[in-house]
């Protein structure tokens, strides 16, 4: 059996995480038992969600514990199998976390899906045709429910999820404004994914200018509004909101360093009768099989042109990951282990 590089959760944060937070160690892979296979990994996905999961404290999942392998999603190749159903050879998506290789159990629901790779790359299992893609979906689709001729803003919108949702809000003949950082992702969600127009959350750093931008953007204000950051952009998005908008709230990484993120005009909720819906995706399982086919067809036929930012090697996690919650990323973070 091979040896397997693994990235563990070595300390928590206090505050800002850092490399420091994790080690890198080499163990031997367990012999197979019977019903299980062998699978090595190709690509790691990185998520704003870990560094919830690095802290110990009450979520709407377990936190990470210290001394084991990062959670988190991967897409690889079978590469020895003791269960009948996969073969040598299967592409596969699954929760193998920082590693090369896992061990999976092929009998427990949900541990180990096959993929086709005709017409979507492996990687975009872990981003538009994966997790994020539906994600975006289900907070679309199932919160937002928009209709046609509506406005709906999305923040990190250049992002995995961000980019899935504009696409998916084009299709049903919605009017998309994204809230990304830099000219070049801004000019990215216009030009390649299609947005009607994208405000430059580095030019406008407060609230004021936030909401100034917005009203400009979204001149007929905001009937639907997918938020990944929360802080001032949230406040923003609830100033320019149109009675009875609705807002899916998937992420709130402007305070995953442990800030608190109050809400400076809780008022418009009542004044504007704004729905606000917190959801998590693997809650909502039901959903996954239609999400994926609208993603899968969306990514075929050219309409979801997803970015990605790759990393090289297990090694490189950490650092791209610290990355990822700062925003360096362009699109999808992986790791390329392969």
Request: aromatic share 6%; hydrophobic share 40%.
């Amino acid at each position: 059996m091979p040896q397997n590089r693994q990235i563990l959760l070595d300390s928590r944060p206090q505050g800002e995480a850092s490399a420091s937070n994790f080690k890198l160690v080499t163990a031997d892979t367990p012999a197979l038992q019977d019903g299980q296979v062998l699978v090595r990994h190709h690509y790691l996905s990185l998520d704003p969600y870990m560094r919830g999961r690095m802290n110990d404290s009450k979520s709407y999942a377990a936190s990470q514990p210290l001394g084991e392998v990062m959670i988190g999603g991967t897409v690889g190749e079978v590469v020895e199998s003791r269960s009948p159903k996969f073969a040598v050879g299967d592409q596969v998506v699954g929760m193998g976390g920082w590693q090369e290789y896992s061990v999976v159990d092929a009998a427990q629901p949900g541990a180990l899906r096959k993929v086709d790779t005709t017409h979507v790359p492996l990687s975009h299992y872990l981003g538009a045709v994966g997790m994020p893609g539906v994600t975006a979906w289900y907070g679309l689709v199932k919160i937002i429910a928009p209709k046609a001729g509506e406005t709906v803003v999305v923040s990190a919108a250049t992002g995995a999820v961000g980019s899935a949702y504009g696409a998916l809000a084009k299709a049903r003949g919605c009017r998309v404004v994204g809230i990304a950082g830099g000219p070049d992702k801004c000019r990215y969600a216009r030009e390649e994914l299609g947005f009607d127009a994208c405000v430059d959350h580095r030019e406008h750093g407060d609230l004021k200018s936030m909401s100034r931008a917005l009203k400009e953007a979204c001149p007929h204000g905001i009937d639907g509004h997918f938020e990944n950051v929360g802080g001032y952009i949230l406040d923003a998005v609830l100033l320019r909101a149109n009675a009875f908008a609705r807002v899916a709230v998937c992420g709130m990484i402007a305070g995953y360093d442990g800030q608190p993120l109050p809400l400076q005009n809780p008022a418009l909720i009542l004044i504007n009768r704004i729905k606000i819906e917190g959801f998590i995706v693997s809650e909502h399982m039901e959903v996954w099989p239609e999400a994926l086919k609208e993603l899968g067809t969306l990514v075929a036929t050219g309409k979801l042109r997803p970015r990605e930012t790759i990393a090289q090697g297990i090694e490189a996690a950490p650092e791209a990951f610290l990355g990822l919650l700062k925003g360096r990323n362009f699109g999808k973070q992986l790791v390329k282990l392969v």
